[in-house]
């Protein structure tokens, strides 16, 4: 904190009349003795106490404030509470404290029309969080066009929540935006071709507003070629570009991003489609460009041209993370890692050549130079002779993805223990039960593990995985607080005793492979085992479950998941009873997605008014009719009720009409303008039911 | 509209699978869930046959259920490219050879490719299956003629094209082999 300079104004007067302001508050401590006007151009701090997690000061530099100060109030420390948004419709009082200046006291005093506006957006220049940003502009309306005003970053979970022209008629100046499109379903292949979630029209509208937007972060959008282009057109300072499970362009896009983005800091393709046509895309980086600190291209499936790569890498000194794709061989990532030994993050291409001792040499040379080395990933097809190449990194890596790597259990125990400051970790079910035991005795600062399998689509079992590893993980690691676990069986037993050990779990994801799959030593449900988690991980916040689950687990979930955001189904359950529990129960539900569940139309309508609470609810191979899908596009008008069905809509309203797909989602945009044939969006009469041709524009 | 309402019955009882406390006959929960080697996806077949739907029809061999497990199909496509077993390709995907040991209840799979020779392959199982060559143990494999062979009786290069798996015999069954060849 910086000093404050402070300097009291000498005139006294007497008959001070601040309009505004009431008298104060009986908080009081009156040691002055008249009352003065005090000039203040000392610092201000603020806390904001929005959301628990705010824990933020911030100080302020202010002008000119003249605060009034009631007779006895001895100013020694100044203060600034927010208010708890929501309760008040209008700040009222603040509390002053002046540091510095004597023993603690406080003066209350009404001060919502002379605070100057300037400190308030700087003093929300501070609040980062989108979720507190949007509490911010609820607390009244003056804070709510401050924000609009100078809010600079934006997420937007769901695309078709509200619309391009609602935002750039609202927010002045965006210069980061995230948005997300398609449902999480997508990822499995639930949400057919051509849904939508087109990121141009979003492009091409930012593209208009904001010149400056420099952050693009996408995840699960159509991305086209001419979008990406646009981004290069429109944006004359753009630096970050993430494109997460996004499809929809080409390598020729990318060229244009390459050409024109000339102060483009950040490239990620995580997981996403890239149509690969021939041309040398990364050569269409400017010798001038030099601003690269992060390139993550490991999704792309064609050979990289390893030249151009390099000069690129020489020119750009801030690179810091660099993930190539398979086509990468060994001896070239021997050159990369040779060249920027300042990485922090690195995805290797095929980690697996024939043996060759100084190749062997030239890389343990290589990483052992990288000390600040803390993340790993790629390790495509490895050979484990050149696993302990890595073993000079291991002991700084956080964060660790060998869920490519075909190695076997005792190759990876060896490599693990070497990893002594782990705390992400994602895996083949290679590793077993015993690697995960040695695990959880070598890495105590895991935090998220993930467990992918290596023989999904097979009946038998072909590793020695079982419940037993997540067990003795969950037991061993103090910090865990994120699973996903793939498996082939699982008991009631072992759920309980990992819900005991650790009730800090805030995602715990199982899939058991066998849809069904009952507990295997009880044979009977899996109710008892999630229950436990959900009763004893208050901070659970993501649940997906599987295996075999009657309607009581969600009695408990409803009961116990307070704070539970996002809830994914499958196969589960018996009646509607169980979707009431949870639509009813879980307060903080934001996203649920079930499949394959006979819930119909009974909980939904029953608690219709929940759906406008959550971000999205996603169901198929349920039990909703066509006309329970109807009745609640009538009632509930601020949704919209999109549903899916590609043998095309049944012409009656018979309750025996059930919908292959289910979306419903809460928009101040009205029915999308972009559906596809397939798509049927629910409302207000049946005339009114908008086919696609008859949907209105926004 | 008769048919289309059948069609949605037939999709009716595809829903079901079997739940419990729904319509569905209570033989059909039995086998689901205690007799896990018949998959979900065997019984899903079972209550689509006699359905007139053709787009129940002849599911491929594998991955019946769209989505599940749920495998994001980025990574799908990389088990894909790991999958086939008689490729090989330049810096492409390995050999991956299944290896069964009588009495073990998990199967292995190794790599080929990254053995150059037979005292590297055998260590290797011997480390993943934890036993001793001569202790009633013999390494055998399959080839591409259906015949169980002696792992090590052919020249490496021989193996190593005509291997479709591996298995790890013991006792009697090892002694009526050698008697056969």
């Known amino acids: 904190m910086k000093a404050h300079k402070l300097t009291a104004s000498a005139p006294i007067h007497q008959n001070l009349t601040y309009p505004e302001h009431k008298s104060a508050s009986s908080e009081l401590l009156i040691t002055a003795q008249t009352s003065f006007e005090l000039l203040i151009t000392a610092q201000i701090t603020i806390r904001p106490l929005i959301s628990q997690s705010s824990q933020l000061w911030c100080s302020i530099e202010l ?8 007779i006895g109030s001895d100013l020694s420390l100044l203060n600034f509470k927010f208010l708890e948004a929501n309760i008040r419709s209008e700040l009222q009082s603040a509390q002053f404290q002046v540091p510095g200046l004597g023993s603690r006291s406080r003066v209350s005093m009404r001060m919502m029309q002379s605070f100057p506006e300037e400190a308030l957006e700087h003093a929300l220049s501070f ?59 997508a990822d499995y292949n639930l949400v057919p071709q051509g849904w939508g979630a087109h990121a141009l029209p979003w492009i091409a509208a930012m593209g208009e507003a904001y010149p400056a937007l420099e952050e693009l972060r996408l995840k699960r959008m159509v991305v086209s070629d001419e979008a990406l282009e646009l981004i290069g057109k429109c944006f004359r300072n753009f630096r970050v570009l993430v494109l997460c499970c996004c499809d929809g362009f080409s390598t020729d896009g990318l060229a244009s991003i390459a050409a024109n983005c000339r102060t483009l800091r950040v490239l990620e393709l995580i997981e996403s489609e890239v149509d690969d046509v021939r041309g040398n895309w990364i050569s269409h980086f400017p010798d001038s460009f030099t601003s690269l600190e992060s390139l993550n291209i490991s999704c792309l499936e064609s050979d990289l041209p390893f030249a151009a790569l390099e000069r690129l890498m020489e020119r750009c000194p801030n690179l810091k993370s660099l993930r190539v794709n398979r086509s990468v061989p060994l001896e070239k990532l021997a050159i990369l890692v040779e060249k920027s030994p300042r990485l922090t993050d690195l995805g290797t291409g095929l980690f697996m050549t024939d043996s060759r001792p100084e190749l062997y040499m030239r890389l343990a040379g290589a990483f052992s130079r990288c000390n600040e080395l ?25 964060s660790l993805n060998l869920s490519y ?106 899939c058991i492979i066998e849809p069904l799959c009952p507990d ?75 499949r394959d ?102 | 509209m008769e048919a289309s309402k059948k069609e949605l019955m037939h999709e009716d009882t595809e829903l079901r699978l079997g739940l419990p406390g729904t319509d569905v006959p209570q033989k059909q929960v039995k086998t689901v869930c205690p007799t ?46 790991n999958k086939n077993p008689e490729e090989l390709e330049e810096g492409g995907s390995g050999i991956y050879m299944k290896v069964s040991m009588d009495g073990a209840p998990y199967l292995r799979k190794v790599d080929l490719r990254l053995y150059k020779g037979y005292k590297e392959l055998l260590k290797a199982l011997q480390d993943m299956f934890k036993f001793k060559l001569g202790s009633g143990h013999v390494p055998t494999y399959e080839d591409k003629d259906g015949d169980w062979m002696l792992i090590g009786d052919v020249p490496w290069e021989m193996f190593f094209t005509s291997c479709k798996r591996l298995r790890i015999m013991k006792g009697s069954d090892v002694n009526g082999l050698r008697q056969a060849a």
């Open chain 1, 405 to 510: 790597a075909p190695i076997q259990s005792p190759d990876l125990v060896k490599l693990l223990s070497y990893c002594k400051n782990l705390q992400r970790l994602w895996v083949l079910d290679y590793i077993e039960d015993r690697g995960l035991a040695a695990l959880a005795s070598s890495c105590k600062d895991l935090q998220e593990l993930r467990v992918f399998p290596s023989e999904p689509y097979d009946h038998e079992p072909n590793i020695a995985l079982t419940e037993q590893g997540l067990v003795s993980v969950a037991v061993g690691c103090p910090k865990l607080q994120s699973v996903l676990y793939f498996c082939r069986r699982m008991s009631n037993q072992a759920l309980v005793t990992i819900a005991t050990s650790r009730p800090t779990l805030t995602r715990f994801r199982l």
């Open chain 1, 63 to 70: 002008g000119v404030f003249w605060v009034g100060v009631e």
């Open chain 1, 374 to 398: 803390k993340s790993l990933s790629g390790l495509w097809d490895v050979a484990p002779s050149y696993l302990p190449t890595l073993y000079s990194v291991c002991p700084r890596l956080t």
């Open chain 1, 597 to 698: 569940c006979p819930f119909g139309d009974r909980a939904l309508l029953f608690n219709a008014s929940k759906l406008e609470r959550m971000r999205s609810l996603w169901m198929s191979s349920c039990r909703v009719s066509y006309e329970g899908c109807q009745v609640l596009g009538e009632k509930m008008p601020r949704l919209n009720v999109e549903v899916i069905h590609e043998k095309g809509l049944p012409e009656s309203r018979s309750e025996q009409c059930l919908v292959e797909r289910l979306y419903v989602y809460r928009t101040v945009a009205g029915p999308r303008s972009d559906a596809p044939e397939f798509v049927w969006t629910m409302k207000d009469s049946p005339s009114m039911r908008c086919s696609p041709k008859e949907q209105l524009l926004p």
């Open chain 1, 520 to 594: 295997y030593i009880t044979q009977g449900p899996l109710d008892e085992g999630f229950g436990a988690i959900v009763e004893h991980c208050k901070d659970l916040k993501r649940l997906s479950m599987s295996g075999f689950i009657t309607d009581r687990v969600f009695q408990h979930i409803g009961a116990n998941g307070k704070k539970l955001e996002m809830l994914s189904l499958a196969f589960a359950g018996n009646s509607d009873v169980g979707l009431h529990y949870v639509l009813s129960g879980c307060k903080n539900l934001k996203k649920l997605e079930i």
């Open chain 1, 127 to 185: 609040i980062d969080s989108h979720v507190d940003r949007n509490s911010v502009s609820l607390v009244c309306k003056t804070w709510y066009e401050t924000d609009r005003w100078c809010r600079r970053r934006l997420f937007i979970g769901n695309c078709y929540a509200v619309s391009p022209p609602i935002v750039t008629r609202r927010f002045r100046d965006i210069r980061s935006l995230t948005i997300k499109g398609k449902p999480h379903f």
């Open chain 2, 36 to 81: 896990r080697k018949r998959g979900f996806l065997d019984i899903k077949e079972e209550s689509t046959s006699g359905s007139i739907d053709q787009d129940a029809a002849a599911p491929p061999a594998k991955e019946q259920v769209v989505g599940w497990p749920p495998i994001r199909s980025y990574r799908k496509n990389c088990y894909e490219a």
